[in-house]
């Protein structure tokens, strides 16, 4: 069995933090083994085997850490054990011979320690949805909050028509709706409705002056309100 190739790698870092790509495209069958001290990893690029098998310079936090495998790369975001001493490390391996042959700085993301302030954290947006690497499986795409996931692509037609077995809006089912609506009570008939068609299946709700109309929607003449108070009967004094 041939010798495995040892897989490049680059790196970046904050005072919290490390940002480690190892940079193999269509990485596949993997292995990665993060612990305090050492990180080992094993796959397949391109049909050809490779690994990696390192000392970090000092502790990271195993359990705090995570990573994803991107067609291009594969990117961790390794958080440091010791967060409280606020500095960097002058280089990412225990072994300063191998450093040399093995990684390269990420110039991508280096930041020098003084910049860091202006500059801020790592862009870790690529890494949401991987795992974590000593803890739990990282959450990935949660597909809605929870009792929400069939919303996604809902729009406010679908809702009015899913609110048809509700029996209409609340305080609105026992009115059975104006003359010439249907009733209110099923809120779904008006799915889709246009303000046209709305005004038609209003003509039978009666115009100014028809029988029938609604109190303040002309179902009566405004102007003549007294004009009938002369065919009142006299009431009789007792």
């Not at 000092?58 to 975001?77: I, L, N």
């Not at 440091?80 to 993301?109: G, I, M, S, T």
């Not at 039978?204 to 929607?217: D, E, I, L, Q, V």
Request: no cysteine.
């Amino acid at each position: 069995m041939s010798k495995a190739n040892t897989a490049p790698i680059k790196w970046a870092q904050r005072s919290d933090s490390l940002y480690i790509t190892i940079a193999l495209a269509d990485v596949k069958d993997e292995s990665i083994t993060l612990e305090d001290t050492t990180l080992k990893f094993k796959g397949k690029s391109n049909d050809k085997d490779y690994e990696v098998d390192i000392a970090f310079f000092k502790p990271v936090d195993a359990e705090g850490s995570t990573f994803k495998v991107m067609p291009r790369s594969v990117q961790m975001h390794v958080m440091k054990k010791e967060k409280d001493e606020d500095e960097f490390w002058p280089r990412l391996l225990k072994d300063k011979a191998l450093e040399k042959n093995q990684v390269k700085v990420d110039w991508d993301r280096y930041v020098d320690e003084d910049e860091e302030e202006e500059e801020g954290g790592f862009d870790t947006s690529a890494l949401e949805g991987g795992m974590g690497m000593g803890g739990p499986p990282g959450m990935g795409g949660m597909g809605g909050m929870p009792g929400m996931g069939g919303m996604g692509g809902m729009d406010m037609a679908q809702m009015m028509g899913g609110m048809g077995g509700m029996g209409g809006m609340p305080g609105m089912g026992g009115m059975g709706g104006p003359p010439g609506m249907g009733g209110m009570g099923d809120m779904a008939g008006m799915q889709g409705m246009d303000m046209e068609a709305l005004m038609k299946q209003m003509g039978g709700m009666g115009g100014a002056g028809a029988p029938g109309g609604m109190p303040g929607m002309g179902g009566g003449d405004s102007d003549d309100e007294d004009g009938d108070d002369d065919d009142l009967p006299d009431l009789e004094e007792s």
